[in-house]
T-cell receptor
């Protein structure tokens, strides 16, 4: 397997503040990472694809200026939720792509539970 | 029609039972296939990649049927700890890192 670490695991913030979530691949380099959002008892919703050294690719309906993604190195991608509102409260999960024997497997971070008051 | 479809379940089975899940995909150019396990309020964890020849890992067996465009997961001798949601994930053709997730199948193994 592989290890992907996500931090913080839980964050509570006031409405209007910004929150940064980090996703690190600890034992491999990842040129591609993904950010998801998941609501209770629902499937993962892809928000954006993070590419090292270039701009992220956002899915339809996801606001680029609201969810800032930076992939500055081969082991770190960050998601910043800007001017957070209560409706942004959710479980955010990242994944990193690792190629094993020619197959690109995804390894997930532990997730970050965001609560906006 | 969704690109990747799974029966949401729940599948309620007694301990020791054998249970099988199927997952169908609509894009014939799909290249890589995976089964993930997700526990409640946790991140998905890779259970196994699915190879063309099929593969087995202990009590778990995965099969790929390209002609009918489905993958399967068989769990033998179910344990209580197997209770989770099993996600089918399909990667589209090479050149694009697009992973499509099924909605997951819930499994409950009962004592």
């Amino acid at each position: 397997g592989a290890v992907v670490s996500q931090h913080p695991s839980r964050v509570i913030c006031k409405s209007g503040t910004s929150v940064k979530i980090e996703c690190r691949s600890l034992d491999f380099q990842a040129t591609t990472m993904f950010w998801y959002r998941q609501f209770p008892k629902k499937s993962l919703m892809l928000m954006a694809t993070s590419n090292e050294g270039s701009k992220a690719t956002y899915e339809q309906g996801v606001e680029k200026d609201k969810f800032l993604i930076n992939h500055a190195s081969l082991t770190l991608s960050t998601l910043t939720v800007t001017s957070a509102h209560p409706e942004d409260s959710s479980f955010y999960i990242c994944s990193a792509r690792k190629t094993t024997e020619g197959v690109g497997e995804l390894f997930f971070g532990e997730g970050s539970r965001l609560t906006v008051l | 029609r969704k690109e990747v479809e799974q029966d949401p379940g729940p599948f309620n089975v007694p301990e020791g039972a054998t249970v099988a899940f199927n997952c169908t995909y609509s894009n014939s150019a799909s290249q890589s296939f995976f089964w993930y396990r997700q526990d409640c309020r946790k991140e998905p964890k890779l259970l196994m990649s699915v190879y063309s020849s099929g593969n087995e890992d202990g009590r778990f067996t995965a099969q790929l049927n390209r002609a009918s465009q489905y993958i399967s997961l068989l769990i033998r001798d179910s344990k209580l700890s197997d209770s989770a949601t099993y996600l089918c994930v399909v990667n589209r053709a090479s050149g694009t890192y697009k992973y499509i997730f099924g909605t997951g199948t819930r499994l409950k193994v009962l004592a």
